[in-house]
């Protein structure tokens, strides 16, 4: 069992920047696939980035260039940098955790087993 608990969400202007953290909880944390997904008010909710347990990372289109995710397997803890936002990147960011997935499921919500209660970031221009 593997949990997660989210941080770093606050208000910020358009161009600013922020660092999320999901900190878990659980054993061999470096194993897992982690993934950060957001959801805006009336939709659904949507892949953002990701770094699997080799450290390969993979992002939406939207935020290439702009957002990084890290992972610090000493601190068992992983991080999304957001630079550069946008009000269009207002929404929840979950935490997710999955375990040997592939690289066709990793945009997919449903492949992760392990969620936080995801933490607010608003955008305002």
């Known amino acids: 069992q593997v949990q997660l608990v989210e941080s770093g969400g606050r208000s910020v202007q358009a161009g600013d920047s922020l660092r999320l953290s999901c900190a878990a909880s659980?054993?061999?944390?470096?194993?897992?696939?982690m993934g950060w997904f957001r959801q805006a008010p009336g939709k659904e909710r949507e892949f953002v980035a990701a770094?699997?347990?080799?450290?390969?990372?993979y992002y939406t289109d939207s935020v290439k260039g702009r957002f990084t995710i890290s992972r610090d397997n000493t601190k068992d803890t992983v991080y999304l940098q957001m630079n550069s936002l946008k009000p269009e990147d207002t929404a929840v960011y979950y935490c997710?955790?999955?375990?040997?997935?592939?690289?066709?499921?990793?945009?997919?919500?449903?492949?992760?087993?392990?969620w936080g209660q995801g933490t607010q970031v608003t955008v305002s221009s």
């Open positions: 659980g054993p061999t944390f470096s194993r897992y696939d």
């Open positions: 770094v699997r347990s080799n450290n390969n990372k």
């Open positions: 997710a955790a999955g375990s040997r997935l592939i690289v066709s499921t990793l945009k997919v919500r449903n492949s992760y087993d392990y």
